[in-house]
């Protein structure tokens, strides 16, 4: 039985393939099932009511403060998504077109900095630059500049947004570097041999030819950052709550673990649909290239 | 003949490497001309100080009379077929061929389009306009190369190595076409090549470059048959060494040479030297000749053993040791009715001829 398993090619080609599967489906398709199972419950006290309903969905639907959190969601996470991408853009290209070649990785090493620290450690660090009593604000009124701390950048959206787009900054520079970095640049030559200058073949080769990273930058970042709850949590303030709090609370702070499961099934559709269109309009954009 | 593009005294280091050194060069309107070399000679270095892609260190790039100091390659009349071709793979044949023609806001988009179409079917390529550029053969994007660089009416078309990519066949089709595109548009051709053959059928005037220097400029005739010193020598086309003894210099040139005794030739044949001494004369694999059973000849005969053959099917190359010469003869002949193929060791008479003497540096 063996024997025959690992003698047709079929049967290798599964047994390759399954240590990987066997993880894949224990860690996301098992807890995915789960949550979604859930969702179809109700919370009675300690126990689970396990029959069938779509009372959760309801509930999301009719109060306006889950339908009002995702809006803020999806606003902070596209924000994020557009500054990181925008910042990282300029940043992958320094690197890939005026960093000598053997200086490259050293960059990419230095860029990756921001990650040999906690997640917690840098949102705090935040904190330390951006409080009340921070570095932006002792620094503005100690030269006289402002009398009182500013307010709009702490425990708000604004604060959450600038955390985020520092902590996945690196996620965005690397795809954009790999594809600047495919580039041939003899098209580059070509297109100023064509008659173009720097600025237009910047605009007519080098960024078409980048959008396949961009959209790979655009896609990392906007995903994870929809689900992330520590940002909020800690920079947001009561004003910066997002869809990630709710759905944690939910199933700690209120014990009501199937509408925390209803709450992110719908972030999850909602995500999936964005990122859906993206990459469809981008297809669609960049038909006909390899 | 007006000079188009004038280099004076062009100098190029790269940090301590001299890439160019002292070139002078003067490539005339409408000519096809090639820049010969070996690899690393510094011919892609020139045709890129030519484009703008490169400045030079000192000297003078003129195209047209003015000088190009400090014009940046998307402001000079030239275009250029880059070795890899460089198509863009974002846009379709016909996008990529209108691709320098975003400037010329005379046209409307359907006479782009009419340009767009002509140049595609003057180089054969009709009705292809629509593919996408990443789904072409090697042929077929040197194709759209041409016609991008074309319908831009250059003054000046530099191509760097543009059959290299291609096998035989394709080389050679590509080499009849481009010289008959050459002569349809008019446009000075500058072609960058390492393959002596293409550099021969194709140009009107040749450089041969070696290590940043020009060695030799002269149409492909003169090349062949009196080139100025022995490294222009060696590296077109087969050629025999003798030393040799110049002996009197006058109207013409008495020299005793080794293995073939005194003799005299003309002052054309000696393109440099013109002094009396030791010296280095070369005689061409086609202008000796063996002499099989039952020929007869009026030209110089000379005892020889054959050292090696190479059997190439129309030709067959003999290596033939003559008296007192170290390094035996390179004979190439013509296989014939008649002619047995030779074995090694067979005695044989060489047939000589002083005319096909050239006298090197
Ligand atoms: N950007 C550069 N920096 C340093 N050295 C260079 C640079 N470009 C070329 N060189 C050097 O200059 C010399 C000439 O290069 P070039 O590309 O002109 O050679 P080539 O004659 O075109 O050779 P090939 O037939 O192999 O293409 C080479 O030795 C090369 O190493
Ligand atoms: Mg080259």
Redesign the interface.
């Known amino acids: 039985m063996w024997q025959k398993i690992t003698s047709s090619e079929k049967g290798r080609g599964i047994l390759l393939i399954s240590p990987p599967f066997i993880y894949a489906l224990v860690l996301m398709a098992f807890p995915l099932a789960a949550i979604f199972l859930f969702s179809f419950w109700t919370q009675d006290f300690m126990d689970v009511d396990t029959t069938f309903t779509l009372n959760n969905y309801r509930e999301i639907v009719e109060k306006p403060i889950y339908g009002a959190l995702l809006q803020r969601s999806l606003y902070v996470s596209a924000c994020v998504t557009l500054v990181t991408v925008l910042l990282a853009f300029p940043v992958a290209y320094f690197v890939s077109f005026h960093v000598r070649p053997e200086r490259k990785s050293l960059w990419l090493f230095l860029i990756t900095i921001p990650f040999w620290t906690s997640y917690l450690i840098r949102v705090f660090l935040w904190k330390v630059i951006l409080g009340f009593n921070g570095v932006i604000n002792t620094g503005l009124i100690n030269i006289g500049l402002i009398d009182e701390p500013l307010t709009f950048i702490l425990y708000n959206v604004n604060a959450v947004i600038i955390t985020l787009a520092h902590a996945f900054a690196p996620f965005a520079i690397l795809p954009i570097f790999v594809a600047l970095e495919k580039i041939?640049r003899?098209?580059l030559?070509?297109?100023?041999?064509?008659?173009?200058?720097k600025f237009m073949t910047f605009f007519?080769?080098t960024l078409?030819?980048a959008m396949p990273g961009v959209v790979a930058a655009v896609l990392i970042v906007f995903i994870p950052t929809i689900g992330d709850y520590v940002t909020p949590e800690l920079m947001g303030g009561a004003g910066g709550k997002l869809i990630a709090n709710m759905i944690q609370t939910q199933f700690l702070a209120l014990n009501n673990a199937p509408l925390g499961a209803a709450l992110a099934i719908v972030a999850m559709v909602c995500v999936t649909a964005i990122s859906l269109v993206f990459v469809l309009l981008n297809r669609r954009w960049?038909k006909?290239?390899? | 003949m007006t000079a188009l593009i004038t280099l004076e005294g062009v100098n190029k280091h790269y940090g301590d490497y001299h890439a160019l050194r002292d070139i002078d060069l003067t490539i005339n309107e409408g000519e096809f001309f090639s820049l010969l070399g070996p690899s690393g000679c510094g011919k892609t270095t020139l045709l890129r100080t030519i484009?703008g892609?490169e400045s030079v260190s000192s000297g003078l790039v003129a195209i047209g009379g003015k000088d190009m100091a400090g014009v940046?390659?998307?402001?000079r009349p030239?275009?250029?077929v880059?070795?890899?071709y460089?198509i863009?793979?974002?846009l379709?044949v016909a996008e990529n061929v209108a691709?320098?023609l975003?400037?010329r806001g005379d046209l409307n988009k359907a006479a782009k389009q009419t340009l767009v179409e002509d140049a595609l079917d003057m180089v054969g390529l009709d009705g292809y306009g629509k593919r996408?550029a990443?789904a072409l053969s090697g042929g077929q994007r040197q194709r759209v190369a041409l016609a991008?660089?074309l319908i831009?009416k250059p003054k000046v078309l530099l191509l760097d190595e543009p059959l290299s990519a291609l096998d035989k066949k394709m080389r050679e089709q590509m080499q009849v076409e481009l010289m008959r595109l050459q002569r349809h548009v008019g446009i000075t051709f500058i072609l960058v090549t390492h393959d002596q053959e293409e550099a021969l059928v194709m140009s009107d005037r040749i450089a041969v470059m070696f290590e940043g220097r020009i060695g030799q400029l002269a149409d492909a005739e003169t090349l062949y048959r009196r080139p100025r010193n022995r490294q222009v020598a060696e590296f077109i086309g087969k050629m025999n060494f003798l030393h040799a003894d110049v002996q009197a210099v006058r109207d013409a040139i008495d020299l005793e040479v080794q293995g073939l005794g005194r003799l005299q030739i003309t002052a054309e044949q000696s393109p440099e030297l013109r002094d009396t001494g030791p010296a280095v004369v070369g005689i061409r694999p086609e202008t000796l000749g063996i002499l099989f059973d039952g020929e007869t000849t009026d030209r110089k005969l000379v005892d020889g053993v054959v050292d090696e053959v190479v059997y190439y099917g129309d030709m067959t190359y003999y290596d033939v040791r003559i008296q007192g010469v170290e390094a035996p003869l390179n004979i190439a002949m013509k296989n014939m009715i008649g002619r047995p193929v030779l074995d090694v060791g067979a005695a044989t008479k060489v047939i000589w001829d002083e005319r096909a003497l050239v006298l090197l540096k």
């Open positions: 041939d003899s098209l030559e070509a297109s100023q041999d064509l008659g173009e200058s007519r080769v078409p030819l960049l006909g290239r390899s | 484009a892609f940046p390659a998307n402001l030239t275009n250029m880059f070795q890899s460089a863009f793979p974002h379709t691709f320098g975003r400037k996408a990443h991008r660089a831009l």
